[in-house]
């Protein structure tokens, strides 16, 4: 067993425990574990698709895996048994209501969990096998997202004035439980990735502040968790491809602007990974990329790739 294999995923039943403390699998690896946040809205949740038959299961994870322009990369996911590999050397912990999700990396780590379904993905799929590659020491992701939730109002950090965002303080709190979890374990902050902005692009006054507010969110939570040069990420919400007008393009200028006033951040362009409607799970939900699995696990490798960058 190389030290990608935990276990392994049968179809979208779990047949190993996940539920275990990320300190386990660092104590199999050298060095402080290397931390990073993930956080947004929807689509950092996780939406994509692992083996619905909706549309024919276009779009599905198993379905691209087969027939997208992405399947060979993608073959690393499944072993020779054709289970859907666990990394024990990237752990994760996410919150879902009352419940906190643990263990190794693979599929079904979104807000479907609650209600027993491990058949989604979010980023964190492409994004951890990148930083687990990249890492001798263990990796873990700490995810905190909720959908429909703005920088504007709920993730208002205290920098930009008014009142702070209940999930910018939720975040705080869930960072911070997850590390506890980790005991006498050495870590490192070592990066965060924000992958957000639906609900901002729908108001004016949102996106008009935008670029502030993002500027705000990182300086906050690099003096939060007391890392002043904390790398970050900032995926673009590229849902539906280019386009040259509109909200879209507006509120995709202002994310841009505002991660280059971050310094050691780097903005993802995401718009070339965006599938079409007519070979997707939901083609009327362009809001989360039409449930393409393909287009999150693109998303998360794109965003894996620039941390990397970042990194060296």
Known sequence: MNKHLAGVVSGATIVVSLFVSPVLAAETLKGPVKVFILAGQSNMEGQGSVDHDDNGGKGSLVWSMANSKSATKMKKLKDEKGDWVVRDDVQISFKVGDEVLKG?????????????????????????????????????????????????????PPSSGGQVGPCYTKMVEEVRAALAELGDQKYEI???????????????????????????LVSDLRKEFKVPTLPVVVG?????????????????????????QIKNAVFIKTTDFARPAELSPCPTHDHHWFANAESYFLIGEAAGEGMKSLLK
């Open 104 to 156: 190794g990396l693979t599929v079904g780590y979104t807000g479907y969990a609650a209600d027993g379904s491990r058949r989604h993905i979010g980023p964190e799929l492409g994004f951890g096998f990148i930083l687990g590659d990249f890492y001798q020491e263990p990796v873990l992701l700490i995810k905190t997202a909720w959908g429909g939730k703005s920088l504007f109002v709920d993730f208002r």
């Open 190 to 216: 070592a990066g965060f990735y924000w992958q957000q902005g639906w609900n901002d692009m729908c108001e004016q006054p949102a996106t008009a502040e935008y670029s502030r507010n993002l500027v705000n």
């Open 236 to 260: 673009e919400l590229g849902n539906g491809g280019p386009v040259t007008e509109g909200e879209m393009f507006e509120f995709r200028k202002a994310q841009e602007e505002g991660t280059k």
